[in-house]
């Protein structure tokens, strides 16, 4: 059966984590839910040429920044070897568990992926849900796996290897924004309201929030550019990284792999 919708959580939008992506990250999340080809694990196709048709003027290339911003952030994963991609709490945030065939559909879906990156954590998703017959299925696909430090089937945050510190912002190694006070453009810096720093306001007519905004309108062509731009160069210096040479992981014994922390990528490139 073809996945029909996506379900979103409301509480998502008090998720930390989930609020440092970019509008356009969001968004890609959102789209990949909602995809016919979903499995019941959670697993896809990775076709981004397909995806960017889904918006008028997105391209390949941007769904693919969007989605190694995803991916930093554990979101969701891909492996272009097998041209795979794999929403990691989709099995925890959809209905999967509650229904018994769905069930077992997701553990003969987990059982055909190729990619060996998406199975040890689709693994880990599945002993994650604390069900036997799930359990046997993830040390079936992964026999081997890494220690990982304990967290509730309940929740929603991302699982981090202690390893690992992601900095602010989108995607690894770079630190992006559209919303810096900081930032100029044309010579101008981005203007900042002493009553609402956080650009939270309901007020209307609050004159510092209607200047930001007004900045935002007629700078925000500029500003995607360079999110773009930025997002571009830290997918470079990854690919480049000397550890883990673009994959994200990195062997440390048999059948045994740990998420690249890409100690030598700058946070100021």
Known sequence: MANAAGLIHESIWRNPEWRHLSRGAQALYMQLLSQKEVDCAGVLPLQPAKWAKGCNGMTAEQIMADLDELQAHRFVFYDVDTDEAFIRTYIRNSNVMKVPNMRKSARRAAALVGSPIIRAILADELRATEDPDCAATADEIDPNPVPKPGRSKQSSEPLRNPSVTLPEGSGVGVG?????????????????????????????????????????????????????????????????????????????????????????VSSHA
């Open 176 to 264: 992006v924004g559209v919303t810096q006070v900081s930032r100029t453009k044309g010579g101008s810096a981005r203007p900042n309201c002493s009553k609402h720093p956080d650009g939270n306001s309901e007020e209307a007519n609050c004159r510092g929030c209607m200047k930001r905004r007004q900045w935002d309108e007629a700078h925000a062509a500029e500003l995607e550019a360079d999110e773009l731009e930025a997002k571009r160069r830290a997918r470079a210096l990854i690919a480049n990284c000397p550890d883990c040479h673009g994959t994200n992981t990195i062997e440390v014994g048999d059948n045994m792999a740990r998420k690249c922390d890409h100690p030598r």
